[in-house]
T-cell receptor, first 117, second 116 residues
Framework: GAGVSQSPRYKVAKRGQDVALRCDPISGHVSLFWYQQALGQGPEFLTYFQNEAQLDKSGLPSDRFFAERPEGSVSTLKIQRTQQEDSAVYLC???????????????FGEGSRLTVL | AQTVTQSQPEMSVQEAETVTLSCTYDTSESNYYLFWYKQPPSRQMILVIRQEAYKQQNATENRFSVNFQKAAKSFSLKISDSQLGDTAMYFCAFMRSRGSNYKLTFGKGTLLTVNP
């Protein structure tokens, strides 16, 4: 597709359920990012992939959060045993460059809004 | 660690007028990138303008320009001839130019409303 695609757009989960959020980046983009945006806040970094390698997962809030990008294209963010504090919009972004050549222009998806009851 | 502060949670402007959004940041780095991103309601966040810290000249993109004051660690966005389509959340963001030079640190955002 022409842009970054995320699904589902909206997800309601009961506390304790597992959820999986999908990101389909722009074709050919090397770098893929996940950000978490709580209500009224700016996005916060979760994790970064360069192709299939997860180079930085320092922003993942707990070991209940897991991300993968097995073939260097589509990525999945999985949240196990969801808690109310996990409620947020999860943004995926991709960029063409990698490392020092990444000048910071990220192409964002519309986000997946997760509500945990 | 870097921090980005946007002190104006909300602003409004009349169509065709000029508005300035404020941003300050804190870093010990000497070289870095600064960005303004726009997030329209229920739409993707898009890059508005980018400034490289080693460049003294302020960046401009059509109706959008920045006032970059490196010593004061200030990076404001000026929108001229405001249009209804400029209504959005605006986020200021910082990125290192080395090391973890892929991670954006965002401010909390400013909600700009352009009134007809």
């Amino acid at each position: 597709g022409a842009g970054v695609s995320q699904s589902p757009r909206y997800k309601v989960a009961k506390r304790g359920q597992d959820v999986a959020l999908r990101c389909d980046p722009i074709s050919g983009h090397v770098s893929l990012f996940w950000y978490q945006q709580a209500l009224g806040q700016g996005p916060e970094f979760l994790t970064y992939f360069q192709n299939e390698a997860q180079l930085d997962k320092s922003g993942l809030p707990s070991d209940r959060f897991f991300a993968e990008r097995p073939e260097g294209s589509v990525s999945t963010l999985k949240i196990q045993r969801t808690q109310q504090e996990d409620s947020a919009v999860y943004l995926c972004a991709s960029s063409l460059g990698q490392g020092a050549t990444n000048t910071g222009e990220l192409f964002f998806g519309e986000g997946s809004r997760l509500t945990v009851l | 660690a870097q921090t980005v502060t946007q002190s104006q949670p909300e602003m409004s402007v009349q169509e065709a007028e000029t508005v300035t959004l404020s941003c300050t940041y804190d870093t010990s780095e000497s070289n870095y990138y600064l960005f303004w991103y726009k997030q329209p309601p229920s739409r993707q966040m898009i890059l508005v303008i980018r400034q490289e810290a080693y460049k003294q000249q302020n960046a401009t993109e059509n109706r959008f320009s920045v006032n970059f004051q490196k010593a004061a660690k200030s990076f404001s966005l000026k929108i001229s001839d405001s249009q209804l389509g400029d209504t959005a959340m605006y986020f200021c963001a910082f990125m290192r130019s080395r090391g973890s030079n892929y991670k954006l640190t965002f401010g909390k955002g400013t909600l700009l409303t352009v009134n007809p």
